[in-house]
T-cell receptor, first 115, second 111 residues
Framework: ETGVTQSPTHLIKTRGQQVTLRCSSQSGHNTVSWYQQALGQGPQFIFQYYREEENGRGNFPPRFSGLQFPNYSSELNVNALELDDSALYLC??????????????FGPGTRLTVL | EDKVVQSPLSLVVHEGDTVTLNCSYEVTNFRSLLWYKQEKKAPTFLFMLTSSGIEKKSGRLSSILDKKELFSILNITATQTGDSAVYLCAVWASNTGKLIFGQGTTLQVKP
């Protein structure tokens, strides 16, 4: 059973650029959630995808968008990057749309630095 | 607004000490509370608590939930340097996929 994987590991961008982060969910999992973790803070929920449709969104502006593919892998896109977008971006997968009684398995994250 | 608050924010102890980490929450439609350990990047799952008063235990770690007072504690006995990490508390509110995290407690265990 393969775990959650994310790419790239690290990324450096400049303000105004666009970025795409990728996540492959754990085998058999159809639900993917994305989180932003700023330095010294807990992860903040961005959005969740279930079977290719968005299933809940946190307080993030529309320039944060996502996609889930038929194989349940997912992308997080961020447009018009700002300095405050610098953070660790975590992807988590679970095996149910309603994950509230299930564990979420986290990937190793992508460290994004915006200069 | 839903929120999860952890205390203390940081803690330094010596090997062999016992520590208690606190997590209080205010959320609508509480479903469950989870504890994670984060060492480098990926948070790793420790416990999920759904019922009040039932202790979950794994080795030297244990946790309990009080749904009336809206808090949970994570205990670590006989701490080791390998326990040094950030401990995250998170709460599921409803079924919208929104797992709400606290800011974490940074634990440092000195030899």
């Amino acid at each position: 059973e393969t775990g959650v994987t994310q790419s790239p590991t690290h990324l450096i961008k400049t303000r105004g650029q666009q970025v795409t982060l990728r996540c492959s969910s754990q085998s058999g999992h159809n639900t993917v959630s994305w989180y932003q973790q700023a330095l010294g803070q807990g992860p903040q929920f961005i959005f969740q995808y279930y079977r290719e449709e968005e299933n809940g969104r946190g307080n993030f502006p529309p320039r944060f968008s996502g996609l889930q593919f038929p194989n349940y892998s997912s992308e997080l896109n961020v447009n018009a990057l700002e300095l405050d977008d610098s953070a660790l971006y975590l992807c988590a997968s679970s095996g149910a749309r309603d994950s509230s009684y299930n564990e979420q398995f986290f990937g190793p994250g992508t460290r994004l630095t915006v200069l | 607004e839903d929120k999860v608050v952890q205390s203390p924010l940081s803690l330094v102890v010596h090997e062999g000490d016992t520590v208690t980490l606190n997590c209080s929450y205010e959320v609508t439609n509480f479903r469950s509370l989870l504890w994670y350990k984060q060492e480098k990047k990926a948070p790793t799952f420790l416990f999920m608590l759904t019922s009040s008063g039932i202790e979950k235990k794994s080795g030297r770690l244990s946790s309990i939930l009080d749904k009336k007072e809206l808090f949970s504690i994570l205990n670590i006995t006989a701490t080791q340097t390998g326990d040094s990490a950030v401990y995250l508390c998170a709460v599921w509110a409803s079924n919208t996929g929104k797992l709400i995290f606290g800011q974490g407690t940074t634990l440092q265990v000195k030899p």
